[in-house]
């Protein structure tokens, strides 16, 4: 009965650890005792762009009800209720000179510069840690409508690029009139 | 005219007395004591319509009724439509506008939100108001 039950479960095993095997493989092996930093990646107008995970506090659905407020810019939604507070509501494009979608997406409750909004995302990619040094300064050729507001480039392969955004830079050009 | 009183007494939190009404499409309100009394038409020669006073806008349905309050030019008249109510809100209802709204809204009477009856109201200081605002571009 052992028997058999270990013949059962050999294939499996094997088949594990050729998986842990090729994993272990293709990761890169990142240095534990670096400095990371947490990095909320989104998407607006289908670019790939990041928040520091500090000033992201919470991450919520897009189907927020939104309660729309006259007399203010087309970059602000409105305003949404979240457990007995009021926060504003606003959309990156305008000021990011990004075409706006009706996207629901999700929305970013983010805090900078002691402003707190949400901020709609048209699609959250992930929320990982990445060595500081992967950061690279913001490259010249940033479209100058961007170049305000990235404060570093994350490239982890060849063929994608994130653009990290400082909030702080993003809520005072707004209050600005910006956007 | 009488304004009709709704008042919540479910809440122990210290209220403020507003009188509701809708400017244009948005349902809004202001500090009772700033309103001195409601007419069916126009007093004064001083008045304005609510939607273009305080949200900019032009053309929607004529005022229904006509609030009067003072100003340091005398009495004047706020326009309003749909059902104009007198109103206890407990302040835990009360919010301030979220700092990027205040930094960015047109209106410079406009000075919060309060919660009610699952939405939003606007709310604007009566003390701001003056019906030549409604005049300027």
Known sequence: ?179 | MPINALVDNTSLAPHVALVLFNAGTVRAAIEAHHILSMSDSPTTSRAASADALLLGMRGVPAPTHWLTLQDSNGFWQLGVTGNVVLSRLSTTVLFPLPPLLAARHASPALCGLARHNKTFLLLFDGSMLTPELATQP
């Open chain 1, 1 to 179: 009965m052992t028997d058999t039950k270990h013949h059962t479960n050999e294939p499996q095993r094997v088949v594990l650890e050729e998986a842990l095997e090729h994993n272990a493989v293709d990761h890169t092996i990142v240095d534990v005792d670096e400095p990371c930093q947490q990095l909320v990646l989104f998407r607006l107008a289908g670019q790939r762009f990041a928040l520091p995970g500090k000033a992201v506090k919470e991450i919520l659905s897009g189907d927020q009800p939104v309660y729309f407020v006259p007399g203010l810019p087309p970059s602000t939604e409105g305003v949404i209720h979240l457990r007995g507070k009021v926060e504003s509501l606003i959309t990156l494009q305008p000021l990011l000179g990004l075409p706006t979608s009706d996207q629901r997406g999700m929305i970013l409750l983010v805090s900078a510069g002691g402003i707190r909004s949400g901020v709609r995302i048209e699609h959250l990619d992930d929320v990982c840690d990445v060595p500081l040094s992967s950061l690279k300064p913001a490259p010249e050729t940033l479209p100058s409508e961007l170049r305000p507001y990235v404060s570093a480039l994350w490239q982890p392969d060849e063929s994608t690029a994130t653009a990290l955004l400082d909030a702080d830079a993003l809520f005072s050009a707004y209050q600005q009139g910006l956007g």
